[in-house]
């Protein structure tokens, strides 16, 4: 549910997760990078590219990653990154230009890599950035190394196991975790419900979820972070927690 629509979109699970949790075993064809590249192809990524070479980041991105700084005393300098699907890579770029010393992206599609190595290389920041390509966290979180800041911007309503994959978010993150997720109400729940039977009339998979707002939070809290911030907004809402000293 992009602050334009009713349907979520930006990273390779954009609030359209398989039908079923995904197992651990990587020849689960629900986990396969091609059945996510089906909806979040290069089309798709390069519309969003042009949107934030126009636009830059929206501005629940802008929150994302003033909360980040927050958490960090103020200044991301030297920070480690790990974004679980980032899309194009928007966020970790804006988070690189500010200071941040290395960022790390989990995706599910391939749909993403062509315009995501184009901004980076434009911007002079390749050097500085890793994609890693078909890396379920949840599912196989030591293929991961832990990281300063961990992002998940419309991700978590895309799988549906938010345990697992909060809870494996949570325990990647030194210093701080922030999420974004859809509030949970009628209008939600029914956009949610009606995108839902329009893939499925198309034969796709994917689904979208909305999970217990306080459920996730407790999620967090559970794995050893605190909750520091709850920001309820209309389409998107965030969290933000740090681990405390």
Known sequence: MPEESTVPHTGSMSC???????????????????AYSAVFNSRFSTSVARRFER???????????????????GSLAGASVLEVGGGVGEIQMDMLARGAGHATN???????????????????L????????GV??????????????????????????????????????RRALVFSHPPRNVFTRSGIAATNAFLALGGRSFRGFVHSPAAMVSTVRKAGLEPVLQRKGRVWSIVGAVRPA
Not at 140 to 165: Q, S
Request: net charge negative; aromatic share 4%; with cysteine.
């Open 55 to 73: 636009k830059g980041l929206t501005p629940i991105e802008r929150r994302i990653v003033a909360f980040a700084e927050e958490a960090l005393g």
């Open 16 to 34: 359209c997760g398989p039908s079923r949790p995904t197992g651990a075993d990587p020849n689960d064809p629900r986990r396969r990078p091609d």
């Open 136 to 173: 379920d966290l949840a599912a196989t979180p030591d293929a991961v190394k832990p990281a300063d800041v961990v992002v998940l911007h419309r991700v978590v309503c895309c799988y549906p196991d938010y345990e697992r994959l909060l809870g494996a978010a949570a325990a990647k993150a």
């Open 126 to 133: 390749s050097a500085r950035a890793d994609r890693l390509l």
């Open 106 to 124: 989990l995706e599910l599609s391939d749909g993403y890599e062509a315009e995501a190595a184009r901004l980076l290389k434009e911007a002079g």
